[in-house]
């Protein structure tokens, strides 16, 4: 899309090729020439976001992933960090086991740039939502049965300590990363701002 906004056609026409791994691809190319010159030619307010459907259907998307994002669990998980860790039997303090959280979880999301870009980011955002969901409902339920002595969970102390693992693979597969990389890629600049603007509250 830079390289058409920039007057770069044959660049960008190679550049669809490559992505699309074939020859013919006049009919994306002209496609994203007109949706790029459209965009230019539009003056970039508020009522454009509202009143253009591609803007306002790229601005549900765009606050869809983060909200998604933000209400995942990852912040809970961040919380209760160290009662996770002491319910395994270990004896962190709370800067040790939040050191220890923050450092898997930007070693995942260092590594799952390289599982999102061979598998796609909407494959890799689905699968990590839904295998996160499945993470929060198995540790819902646990601590459920924990709260309310429905069970012995003795013997059981070992997985939330598992789940929050298992959480952090799973949110730094898609959630950690897609979000972030769509919302700069969702609309043109004009209109990038009023998105992040929203997206970011």
């Known amino acids: 899309m830079l390289q058409v906004t920039e007057g770069k056609l044959e660049e960008a026409k190679r550049s669809i090729q490559w992505l699309q791994r074939k020859e013919d691809v006049n009919q994306e190319f002209f496609s994203m020439k007109a949706d790029v010159e ?3 030619s539009e003056s970039g307010t508020w009522c454009d976001m509202v009143r253009i459907p591609t803007n306002r259907n790229a601005l549900k998307a ?19 960090t160290q009662t996770i860790f002491q319910k395994a039997g270990g004896n962190l303090s709370p800067q040790g086991s939040s ?4 450092g898997v979880v930007a070693v995942f999301n260092i590594a799952a740039t390289f599982f999102v870009a061979r598998m796609g980011r909407r494959t890799s955002y689905f ?16 601590f459920f049965i924990e709260q309310f002595q429905l069970a012995n969970l003795e013997k059981l102390n070992w997985f939330p ?22 919302l700069g890629e969702l609309l043109f600049p004009k209109h990038k701002l009023f998105l992040l603007s929203v997206s970011s509250e």
């Not at 933000?70 to 809970?76: A, E, K």
């Not at 693992?165 to 769509?182: D, E």
């Open 127 to 142: 699968y990590s939502l839904l295998l996160s969901a499945m993470v929060l409902l198995g540790i819902s339920i646990y």
């Open 62 to 80: 765009g606050v869809f992933v983060r909200l998604s994002q933000q209400f995942c669990g990852i912040s809970t998980f961040a919380t209760y």
């Open 99 to 102: 050191m220890i959280f923050t």
């Open 38 to 40: 459209r965009q230019i």
């Open 161 to 182: 300590l598992a789940a929050l693992i298992t959480f952090v693979i799973t949110y730094s597969l898609g959630l950690g990363l897609v979000p972030t990389l769509m």
